[in-house]
């Protein structure tokens, strides 16, 4: 009997754990609201390409409502980054409006193997510029990263009064 009712203990403690065990909620993905979350989500999707190949694809998006520019550059003195030297990439492709009046500039990085991604992505975030544009001022800033390619982008939330 002192058996039996002990099973029936130990089941009903079983049931009851499992009855009390929490439930993983579904991942509701946000739908994106700015354009750098627009273009940050096709960047994701495109990670595991070229930079060139990245820089295509998010500057296909029909978000944008200009012609753009599509670069590689060198290490060095680049836009948006005052006089700070941005180094220590393997390969990096910039895109930009052809018009300069649009606060937007983007960069694709790729970075070498085993690079310290996150102290690269702290160097572009504290030496950035929003205002690199004398006649205007970004108002969103994307630094973002999959494994060694690396995101960043200065630009308007909104391209609807930055167009009218």
């Known amino acids: 009997m002192k058996k039996v009712i002990a099973l029936l203990l130990v089941a009903i403690m079983v049931l009851g754990t ?3 065990g929490s439930k993983e909620e579904p991942k509701v993905e946000k739908e994106p609201e700015t354009v750098g979350e627009f273009l940050l989500a096709d960047f994701k ?4 390409k070229t930079a060139q190949e990245i820089a295509e694809a998010v500057c296909a998006n029909e978000i944008l409502p200009f012609e753009p520019v599509i670069m590689p550059m060198e290490p060095g003195l680049m836009m ?3 006089n700070a030297e941005i180094t220590g990439f393997k390969e990096c492709i910039t895109f930009a409006p052809m018009v300069s ?9 790729e970075l070498e193997d085993g690079a310290d991604v996150d102290a690269f992505k702290t160097t572009l975030e504290e030496n950035a510029n929003l205002r690199w544009n004398i006649c205007t001022e970004a108002e ?7 494994g060694n390619m690396v995101f960043f982008l200065m630009c308007p939330k909104s391209f609807e009064e930055v167009t009218e």
């Open 18 to 20: 499992v009855a009390c």
């Open 45 to 48: 999707a495109n990670a595991d």
């Open 80 to 82: 948006g980054f005052d």
């Open 101 to 109: 009046t649009i606060p937007f500039l983007g960069y694709i990085f």
């Open 140 to 146: 969103e800033l994307v630094v973002d990263s999959e």
